[in-house]
């Protein structure tokens, strides 16, 4: 390097660093993480894109302290919450039993107040014990002790051979079963908030499928709806009945004001189905959230580890204090 310009030698030995740096065999790996694409809608009357925005990562939600109690707040001495089994429940229009199981949450009895309610469909082949062997009850449990999620109720139906069905009304189907038998019923025996904007659905795999199918058609009844490994890739679905047309073209989606959630495992077979779902609603500007979960396939392991997530997106702006929830002594708003 005789006769070298200094500032050249010092700029060949700052680039040597930096290559023999990155060519380090102990530099940290980067763990993949989720990715969460938000489609918002655009406030002016200008087309939005096809395209959405930018994916961002967004971290799994913790556990936070309690917030303080207001004066009006009940005190709840119980820890946890109950789980009630139904059983017998014999579906007229499906002509089969299909059991239920019910969670309800701590202080269910004590505080005599109307609760927000979760119906959480199971997938394909499994039974109402789908969701409470996942760990969903001890969840809100524990979400509710620390103040992480409200005092919700969640009812857990059976799918049965007629939910596995490509049948829809005024043929017997499980969306008769679900409307017109299951929920009059949750909502005569518990005390329920009867408004939309506190009751949600959701499911895994064809359970997935019936509560985009339900919630897209039936915005008056469900505000929020979610599909955890959906099952949106079914044949034989009338266009009418089915998700992925009904992103495509319903005239109705743009002013249903439903929040969405749809999530997948990157190696999960279903998840060419939701990416399509996700990308016909983002084409139109519809609001929704997708999560890709790097290294996950469609498994229970992948689901259990998304419970606090789950819930945490059902249960967005339903309060945690019981003091502010309505009295189940009277009618519900």
């Known amino acids: 390097m005789q006769g070298m310009h200094p500032r050249f030698l010092f700029l060949s030995l700052l680039i040597l660093i930096v290559l023999l740096a990155a060519c380090d065999p102990f530099a940290p790996v980067v763990t993949p993480t989720a990715v969460t694409i938000i489609v918002t809608p655009s406030a002016s009357d200008t087309p939005v894109p096809t395209s959405t925005q930018p994916p961002t990562v967004t971290p799994r939600p913790t556990d936070t302290p309690a917030p303080t109690p207001?004066?009006?707040a009940l005190a709840c001495l119980s820890t946890g919450g109950q789980i009630i089994p139904f059983d017998e429940f014999r579906s007229p229009s499906a002509g089969e039993n299909l059991r239920y199981r019910v969670y309800i949450p701590p202080c269910y009895l004590e505080s005599q107040r109307r609760f927000p309610v979760i119906y959480l469909l199971p997938g394909e082949g499994e039974n109402e014990s789908q969701w409470d062997e996942l760990g969903v009850d001890a969840a809100v449990d524990q979400g509710v002790r620390l103040g992480a999620v409200p005092p919700m109720i969640v009812?857990?139906?059976?799918?049965?051979?007629?939910?596995?069905?490509?049948?829809?009304?005024?043929?017997?189907?499980?969306?008769?079963?679900?409307?017109?038998?299951?929920?009059?019923?949750?909502?005569?025996?518990?005390c329920t908030i009867t408004t939309r904007a506190q009751r949600a659905v959701g499911g895994i795999g064809r359970g997935g499928f019936w509560a985009y199918s339900l919630a897209l058609r039936h915005p008056?009844?469900?505000?929020?709806?979610?599909?955890?490994?959906?099952?949106?890739?079914?044949?034989?679905?009338?266009?009418?009945?089915?998700?992925?047309?009904?992103?495509?073209?319903?005239?109705?989606?743009?002013?249903?004001?439903l929040r969405m959630f749809i999530d997948n495992g990157a190696d999960d077979p279903f998840g060419a189905g939701l990416g399509t779902f996700s990308s016909r609603l983002s084409a139109r500007g519809i609001t929704h959230t997708y999560v890709i979960t790097p290294g996950e396939a469609h498994d229970e392991r992948y689901w259990s580890a998304q419970i606090d997530e789950y819930l945490s997106f059902y249960s967005e702006g339903w309060t945690r204090d019981l003091g502010a929830l309505p009295s189940c002594l009277e009618p519900s708003p």
């Open 70 to 72: 207001t004066a009006t």
């Open 220 to 257: 008056d009844t469900f505000s929020i709806v979610g599909g955890h490994s959906a099952d949106f890739e079914v044949s034989n679905i009338p266009p009418a009945n089915n998700p992925l047309e009904l992103a495509l073209d319903a005239p109705f989606l743009q002013q249903a004001n």
């Open 155 to 190: 009812v857990m139906p059976a799918l049965g051979s007629i939910g596995a069905r490509d049948s829809f009304p005024p043929n017997a189907s499980y969306e008769t079963y679900l409307m017109d038998e299951l929920r009059p019923a949750v909502e005569r025996d518990f």
